[in-house]
């Protein structure tokens, strides 16, 4: 079991070196991005990056507060699904109604990896793994697919 001050050493160091791993790595148009923090431009929709003791996931989040929006822009990514799927190489899971670790209502498109524990760093080199292509990938995704939200913004 680790403490509490270990628990939170632990996540920030390694969201520190997956953050320098990935700062050399341009975005898909070319551009400078942080990955760890990565910015859609469209408020309510979030990359989120999330890992624990037991597994990792990554994926779109969509939380707008509204239900009826948050139906609209989950509508709107299952438009661009394809897309999605031909940019990452797989299929992703869909949730059309979940619940944020806040307790708030989303709308959720994610992959996951189990086991996978962030606070063993003989762990870390397959989260580096399990993230970067697929991070990358959702920003090759976006630099095109963003524009099927641009009436919704």
Same mark, same amino acid.
């Given at each position: 079991?680790?403490?509490?001050?270990?628990?939170?050493?632990?996540?920030?160091?390694?969201?520190?070196?997956?953050?320098?791993?990935?700062?050399?790595?341009?975005?898909?148009?070319?551009?400078?991005?942080?990955?760890?923090?990565?910015?859609?431009?469209?408020?309510?929709?979030?990359?989120?990056?999330?890992?624990?003791?037991?597994?990792?996931?990554?994926?779109?989040?969509?939380?707008?507060?509204?239900?009826?929006?948050? +139906?609209?822009?989950?509508?709107?990514?299952?438009?661009?699904?394809?897309?999605?799927?031909?940019?990452?190489? +797989?299929?992703?899971?869909? +949730?059309?109604?979940?619940?944020?670790?806040?307790?708030?209502?989303?709308?959720?498109?994610?992959?996951?990896?189990?086991?996978?524990?962030?606070?063993?760093?003989?762990?870390?080199?397959?989260?580096?793994?399990?993230?970067?292509?697929?991070?990358?990938?959702?920003?090759?995704?976006?630099?095109?697919?963003?524009?099927?939200?641009?009436?919704?913004?």
């Amino acid at each position: 079991m680790y403490s509490k001050t270990e628990v939170t050493q632990l996540r920030q160091a390694f969201w520190t070196t997956f953050g320098q791993y990935m700062q050399p790595v341009p975005g898909a148009e070319g551009e400078r991005v942080n990955w760890v923090n990565y910015k859609t431009g469209l408020k309510h929709v979030y990359f989120r990056l999330h890992a624990d003791g037991r597994h990792a996931t990554i994926g779109i989040d969509i939380t707008h507060p509204d239900a009826g929006l948050r +139906e609209l822009f989950y509508a709107q990514f299952q438009e661009v699904r394809l897309l999605l799927e031909e940019a990452t190489g +797989e299929a992703w899971t869909w +949730e059309p109604e979940a619940v944020n670790e806040s307790g708030q209502p989303v709308a959720r498109i994610y992959q996951e990896l189990r086991p996978m524990n962030l606070f063993s760093r003989d762990d870390w080199p397959r989260l580096i793994s399990f993230f970067k292509p697929r991070i990358m990938a959702l920003d090759a995704f976006w630099s095109t697919g963003q524009y099927a939200f641009d009436e919704l913004r």
